[in-house]
């Protein structure tokens, strides 16, 4: 019998996505061919378990690899933007000058959170946080879903995956994101023009049932300004 071009194909972009997931910037395209080939091999396993071609273990090596691409791309993308966020968040001599010349009134708390809102309103990027629910993986581990809306103020369209920098902390330790069914996590790559406004959901693998803090900064910038913070109950 015939192998199946599809699950030929599906095991072809898997192992393309899977050699690309790695590469900075290039691996943004990589998540959208091994959703690609996903589909691919799903629907060749689909006619092949039907008896009308031949290939299940191709179809099935097919899927495993884009799966695992998609993973590899979504936990490579969290590792590189905390890179940059610290790289960039180191203080400058100037910086440190600066704030040990700071009088007792700037030092409280109230006028620094006045600044650190001016520097937001003055940004490219506007972010809002919507919600955060709670869920399990694909593995059946907690994981938490949070939302968010994106707003680009710049002159030129970008995602919200370029723009912005989201973090979740539980007992001050980031997490890692997470795999969740029936999130359309492609979104987050979605460009959108200067003045548009577009909703994402991203996930996170909860560490336990303490509260959860949610922060996004522009992912790249000279400081550290928090376009906007949340904090949710997840018990």
Do not use: W
């Amino acid at each position: 019998m015939k192998k199946s071009a599809l699950a030929i194909t599906g095991l072809i972009l898997g192992a393309v996505a899977l050699a690309t997931s790695f590469l900075p910037i290039i691996n943004n395209i990589s998540f959208f061919i091994a959703l690609l080939g996903a589909v691919f091999a799903v629907i060749g396993l689909v006619s092949i378990i039907k008896g009308k071609s031949d290939g299940k273990t191709i179809a099935i090596v097919g899927i495993i690899l884009n799966i695992v691409a998609a993973i590899i791309v979504l936990a490579s993308q969290s590792f590189y933007s905390a890179a940059i966020d610290g790289a960039l968040s180191e203080p400058s001599a100037s910086n440190i000058s600066s704030a040990e010349s700071t009088s007792s009134a700037d030092q409280s708390g109230e006028p620094r959170q006045a600044a650190q809102e001016e520097k937001a309103a003055e940004s490219k990027y506007a972010v809002t946080i919507d919600d955060c629910a709670v869920t399990t993986d694909y593995e059946g581990n907690p994981a938490a879903v949070v939302t968010y809306t994106f707003t680009n103020n710049s002159d030129e369209a970008t995602s919200f995956m370029v723009a912005i920098h989201d973090q979740c902390f539980q007992n001050g330790v980031q997490l890692e994101l997470a795999l969740v069914s029936d999130l359309d996590s492609s979104r987050t790559m979605s460009e959108i023009k200067p003045g548009a406004s577009i909703t994402v959901q991203q996930a996170y693998a909860l560490d336990d049932q303490s509260d959860l803090t949610v922060e996004c900064t522009e992912l790249i910038s000279l400081d550290d300004t928090v376009l906007a913070e949340a904090t949710f109950s997840v018990a």
